[in-house]
Nanobody, 123 residues
């Protein structure tokens, strides 16, 4: 089992920044990839970004490219999502996830999930 705990959500004005953190514990392996999904009210959960365990490979959905950066601190078993130039369309619950197959692409699949953290961007 892998446990994922997110933090860092909150309320921010349009154009502002937030950094989400997700710390993994339990049965974690170096070939796992970690990433983020988000779900806005009334919408399906969508992929946001993923990175390899070492952080050398990353992948983003088009709508966040150039604004969001995913990174890893392997020593702390933590993945971060730095979100800059936020817009109201980024408002959602953000979920951290682990892919046990190590995928870093649109095929990234959440085998383990965190509880989610709310991000609200006001206009």
């Amino acid at each position: 089992q892998v446990q994922l705990v997110e933090s860092g959500g909150g309320l921010v004005q349009s154009g502002g920044s937030l950094r989400l953190s997700c710390t993994a514990s339990g049965r974690t392996f170096t070939f796992y990839s970690l990433g983020w999904f988000r779900q806005a009210p009334g919408k399906e959960r969508e992929f946001v970004a993923a990175c390899s365990w070492g952080g050398h490979s990353t992948y983003y959905t088009d709508s966040v490219k150039g604004r969001f950066t995913i990174s890893r601190d392997s020593a702390k078993n933590t993945v971060y999502l730095q979100m800059n130039n936020l817009i109201p369309g980024d408002t959602a619950v953000y979920f951290c996830a682990a892919d046990t197959s190590g995928r870093v692409s649109t095929a990234f699949k959440g085998d383990y999930w965190g509880q989610g953290t709310q991000v609200t961007v006001s206009s």
